[in-house]
């Protein structure tokens, strides 16, 4: 068992080069404690041990539709993760920026990193809970793989539900938490993924079909709306990560929310309502509120990579399996 803790910076790989990735990138070029090594998307992939130019990623990705392009660093390939894993280049942790489509495929890739025998941390947004349940299921083998996999990390799940878990401390007793959110974007192609896996929570709508929408489908069905997805009572992992870490049941735990594809300002303010009784009786709620000002890319990216930082301190003292974010406190990336 290594108990040596890294020295920083940590490197870092992110794997899915979209809306999440790209954003990911451009925090990082930010950060002195992690450095960009690693960048993967569905055509390719890129590494260099001193470090990715964040800017020339982007760029060879939007103009030639993968990193895999980028000169010297770069490889095409239709494998890119699992050909990234086994080049065996030194990378401490990923942020898994990737779709969940179908609503298997983030655990498809845990087994992938269990399976080539790589150690580190791996840290996911993974929105709904049947995947999260899955990942949970696969606590014993990531602990034996000496993965340390911190699941939940995004926004919600993520902020908010760590939120909900530090706001219950008022409590004897959880009523109810109800997390309402307003996301803006300009376009609906700069997240593909987000306002698809979105769209999986319409009624009438799974997330197979809505893996299986063209994009002229996804632009029909935005036209109809004026742009706006109104989503209620989804089946997100707040609930089965709230219940986990022991703080209510999951039918106690409701999440909500308003996407605009075409306006960059958020519909309205997400926040994070969390009612319970105190120990002398009296019924209150706590309202924690994001700022307007704070996009999805910064609720996002900032705790998934404070979550990276609290999985390498927790895989540096020989802990490894699955976390989520209602259990860890995120460590601040400088
Ligand atoms: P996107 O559609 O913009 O980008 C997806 C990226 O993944 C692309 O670069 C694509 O090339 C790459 N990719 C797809 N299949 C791949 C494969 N097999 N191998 C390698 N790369 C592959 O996605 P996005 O909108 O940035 O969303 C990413 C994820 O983040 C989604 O699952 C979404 O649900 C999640 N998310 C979570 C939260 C949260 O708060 N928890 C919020 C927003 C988004």
Redesign the pocket.
């Given at each position: 068992m290594n108990t040596q803790p890294h020295p920083l910076p940590l490197r870092v790989g992110v794997?899915?080069?979209?809306?999440?990735?790209?954003?990911a990138a451009k925090l990082l070029s930010s950060k002195q404690e992690m450095i960009l090594v690693a960048a993967?998307?569905?055509?390719g992939?890129a590494y260099s041990r001193e470090g990715l130019n964040t800017q020339s990623c982007i760029t060879t990705?939007q103009n030639q539709?993968?990193v895999g392009y980028l000169e010297q660093v770069g490889t095409l390939s239709n494998?890119?993760?699992q050909d990234l894993i086994t080049t065996s280049q030194p990378v401490d942790g990923y942020f898994?920026?990737?779709?969940?489509?179908p609503n298997d495929?983030?655990p498809s890739?845990a087994k992938q990193f269990i399976q080539a025998g790589w150690r580190g941390v791996l840290v996911?947004?993974?929105?709904r809970t049947s995947a999260v349940e899955q990942l949970l299921a696969m606590k014993d083998e990531l602990q034996a793989a000496g993965i340390t996999y911190m699941t939940?990390?995004?926004?919600?799940?993520?902020?908010?539900t760590a939120a909900a878990a530090l706001a219950a401390q008022s409590y004897a007793e959880i009523h109810k938490v109800e997390i309402t959110?307003g996301?803006g974007i300009a376009n609906w192609?700069?997240?593909?993924?987000?306002?698809?896996?979105?769209i999986g929570h319409i009624p009438g709508y799974t997330v197979e079909t809505a893996r299986a929408m063209t994009d002229p489908e996804v632009e029909a069905l935005l036209d109809k709306t004026n742009g706006v997805l109104t989503l209620a009572n989804m089946e997100h992992a707040d609930d089965v990560m709230l219940e986990i870490a022991g703080i209510c049941s999951r039918d106690r735990v409701t999440v909500g929310g308003v996407v605009d594809t075409r306006n960059p300002q958020k519909p309205l303010s997400t926040n994070v309502k969390i009612t319970g009784r105190t120990f002398e009786g009296k019924i209150s709620t706590h309202t924690f509120t994001l700022g307007d000002e704070t996009s999805?890319?910064a609720?996002?990216c900032g705790?998934a990579f404070g979550y990276l930082k609290a999985g390498q301190e927790l895989h540096n003292r020989g802990i490894s399996g699955l976390f989520t974010a209602a259990e860890i406190m995120p460590k601040f990336v400088k």
């Open positions: 794997l899915g080069f979209g809306g999440l990735g790209q954003a993967a998307d569905q055509k992939y990705y539709g993968t494998n890119s993760i898994l920026a990737l779709p969940n489509l495929f983030i890739v996911d947004a993974i929105k939940g990390c995004g926004a919600t799940p993520g902020l908010l959110f996301v192609e700069a997240y593909r993924a987000t306002v698809r896996e979105d999805m890319a609720n996002v705790p």
